[in-house]
C-alpha cells in the first residue's frame, strides 16, 4: 500500500528527496510518519505530518535538515533531506498512522501501520 522511492547515493552535504505513494481513497484522513534503520540500530523516527497537512513534527537528529510534506490529491508524502550526513544512511520507510484524524501527531513506532518496503540512502563522506 505505500510505495517509497527517492533513495540513492549521494556525497556528504548533498540533498535527495524520498517519495512515498499510497494506494487507496482513505489517505488524506491519516497522519504520515517517516522512519529510518540504519545498520545494526533500531527503527528511528524522523519526521510526521499531520492528516490535513497543518502540522509537522521532527525528530531533533534531522529538524532544521529535513522536511515532511504531503499531496492529499495525489496520496503522496516527502521527505526532503537537505545537508546529509554519513549518520543518514539508512533505509528509510514510510507508515501510516494506525488512527484516522488523530489530534496529536505521534513518534512512536506502534501507532504507525503499513509500511512501506523502503528505500536505501547512502551517504559517502
Known amino acids: 500500500q505505500l510505495q517509497a522511492s527517492g533513495g540513492g547515493l549521494v556525497e556528504t552535504g548533498g540533498s535527495l528527496r524520498l517519495s512515498c505513494e499510497a494506494s487507496?481513497?482513505?489517505?488524506?484522513?491519516?497522519?504520515m510518519g517517516w522512519f529510518r534503520r540504519a545498520p545494526g540500530k533500531e527503527r528511528e523516527f524522523l519526521a510526521t505530518?499531520?492528516?490535513?497537512?497543518?502540522?509537522?513534527y521532527y525528530a531533533d537528529s534531522v529538524k532544521g535538515r529535513f522536511t515532511i510534506s504531503r499531496d492529499n490529491a495525489k496520496n503522496t508524502v516527502l521527505l526532503q533531506m537537505n545537508n546529509l550526513k554519513p549518520e543518514d544512511t539508512a533505509v528509510y520507510y514510510c507508515?501510516?498512522?494506525?488512527?484516522?484524524?488523530?489530534?496529536?501527531?505521534?513518534?512512536?513506532?506502534?501507532?504507525?501501520?503499513?509500511w512501506g518496503q523502503g528505500t536505501e540512502v547512502t551517504v559517502s563522506s
Open positions: 487507496g481513497s482513505t489517505f488524506s484522513n491519516y497522519d
Open positions: 505530518i499531520k492528516w490535513n497537512g497543518v502540522r509537522t
Open positions: 507508515a501510516q498512522s494506525r488512527t484516522p484524524k488523530r489530534m496529536i501527531l505521534t513518534a512512536l513506532n506502534y501507532d504507525y501501520q503499513y
